[in-house]
């Protein structure tokens, strides 16, 4: 056990001695999603991996980016390390104005033009809600995560979490049209051996999911017609 603790540790990097990878699928159940329904599809959920005992070593910081364009956030599912810089590149031909105030950390980029870009660093570990202030159909998760072993899921469901040393972990999940309840129930406890682990299905149930409505940046009701080019009560 307490050789388990050290490879848990950041100390003299001996988690980088070993490195095994934990693989499995996700399927998400009780869904209204068309998406989900039609085609299974199951992307988008993150998983990550906390040490059992002792510290969990902290990932390199990146630098990534998050497009805009088509009103649309890409990709829609962002995981991250802690510290990293998050781009929000605007790629369609109108102003945007990414920003968060839901959950995780606040941020707001203010409004910018076509061709143009943003960047927010993330200190703060947990889940961000992203949103844009003009135009309300668009959003998005970024995961900040103070672990280096975590994944998102593609449409297949099937994931794997490289680079793993062998030890004791617990296994968190974030799906955003899941209950709090639910996903607490499906964290468990995992030992990863020097081989690799193959986790049994992961079944997500989105029972009981209601869409939380957001106002925008100033607590306002969006207008009924996006304004492209500006909004009341914008800085100048």
């Not at 902290?58 to 962002?78: C, G, N, S, Y």
């Not at 369609?92 to 076509?114: C, E, K, R, T």
């Not at 499906?186 to 986790?199: E, F, H, M, N, T």
Request: net charge positive.
């Amino acid at each position: 056990m307490i050789w388990r603790w050290l490879i848990c540790s950041s100390i003299a990097g001996l988690w980088l001695v070993q490195a095994a990878t934990v693989t499995g699928r996700v399927e998400l159940t009780d869904s209204r999603d068309a998406e989900v329904r039609k085609h299974n599809d199951y992307s988008g959920v993150v998983l990550w991996l906390l040490c059992a005992e002792g510290p969990t070593p902290l990932a390199a910081a990146k630098r990534v980016e998050m497009i805009q364009k088509d009103k649309r956030f890409t990709p829609h599912v962002l995981a991250i390390p802690l510290g990293s810089t998050v781009e929000f590149p605007n790629f369609d031909p109108i102003f945007h104005s990414a920003f968060s105030n839901f959950s995780g950390q606040p941020f707001d980029v203010g409004l910018y033009p076509p061709g143009s870009s943003k960047s927010v660093t993330f200190r703060h570990s947990g889940i961000v809600r992203v949103f844009c202030n003009i135009h309300p159909t668009m959003s998005a998760i970024i995961a900040v995560l103070r672990t280096p072993w975590y994944t998102v899921t593609p449409s297949s469901g099937r994931f794997s979490v490289t680079g793993v040393p062998p030890g004791d972990y617990q296994l968190h999940v974030f799906h955003e049209r899941a209950r709090e309840e639910n996903l607490k129930s499906l964290g468990q406890r995992i030992s990863v051996p020097v081989a690799g682990l193959a986790l049994p299905p992961i079944r997500i149930s989105e029972q009981g999911f209601t869409p939380r409505p957001h106002k925008n940046k100033f607590g306002r009701d969006y207008p009924p017609v996006p304004n492209d080019g500006t909004y009341p009560g914008a800085p100048q």
